[in-house]
């Protein structure tokens, strides 16, 4: 950690992690689809993380962060020599790298407003293709505004972009979204014991969708058309504390 400045905080961090493998993907001996391996080995992930932390003025806050990971000895199914069954190895490599900006802002003593962005980009390494599911795209904007004493609105937006399919499956790339939700809040701020809400959740009604897994051993996709997210929908939050 070094600060150069008082308003300027730098962080330069390395890390080093492991999954250990199932006990499923160590012992299955009885399925005729996958098999265990005994002879497995957890696998290993190195992170590398330079982040910045800047006070521009009293009511604005600013945020950078680059990362980098590598995954080595991953744990995929690969055809068994018996060629009946496919079989747990080491054999996976994971690189990715991104970054993330945030901004926090207090507009006025009534507001304040809360926007965050990442970029993010993984690959196989044993193919050089993008892994998928995740997207490489995303962000956050968020306002919380004070209407009249102890009633609060908040708007909240997120966007997610650019999500790419696993390696193999023939389907076109996910949808991205974006979605809002609208919040009308009472806080008894004099005691703490009142709160109250009432919202809307996917306020415009999109039709939003998470990525569901590709072709499986015989080559059948289960859910075609991924997994759908909530639509539009009504919430009432009573919450009293004795």
Do not use: C
């Amino acid at each position: 950690v070094w600060q150069p400045r008082h308003d300027l905080t730098s962080k330069l961090m390395y890390g080093k992690a492991f999954r250990a493998p199932t006990f499923v993907e160590l012992y299955t001996i009885n399925s005729v689809v996958r098999l265990g391996n005994p002879n497995l080995k957890p696998e290993v992930t190195n992170t590398w993380e330079l982040a910045f932390d800047y006070r521009a003025t009293q009511h604005l806050h600013l945020a950078a962060n680059l990362f980098r990971y590598d995954i080595n000895d991953k744990i995929d199914y690969v055809p068994n020599p018996d060629g009946k069954a496919i079989i747990a190895q080491n054999v996976g490599h994971w690189k990715g790298e991104g970054f993330e900006l945030e901004a926090r802002w207090k507009m006025s003593t009534k507001s304040n407003l809360l926007a965050n962005y990442s970029y993010v980009k993984a690959s196989d390494e044993n193919n050089g293709s993008d892994i998928g599911f995740y997207p490489q795209h995303s962000a956050y904007l968020r306002t919380d505004w004070l209407l009249i004493p102890n009633w609060y609105l908040d708007l909240q937006a997120k966007w997610i972009a650019d999500r790419q399919r696993a390696f193999g499956d023939p389907r076109p790339a996910i949808a991205d979204y974006t979605t809002v939700d609208l919040t009308l809040r009472y806080k008894d701020i004099r005691d703490g014991r009142t709160n109250m809400a009432f919202g809307v959740r996917n306020l415009f009604n999109v039709d939003a969708r998470e990525p569901s897994l590709g072709p499986d051993s015989r080559g059948m996709i289960n859910l075609p058309e991924d997994l759908p997210l909530a639509k539009r929908s009504l919430f009432l939050e009573l919450r009293y504390r004795l």
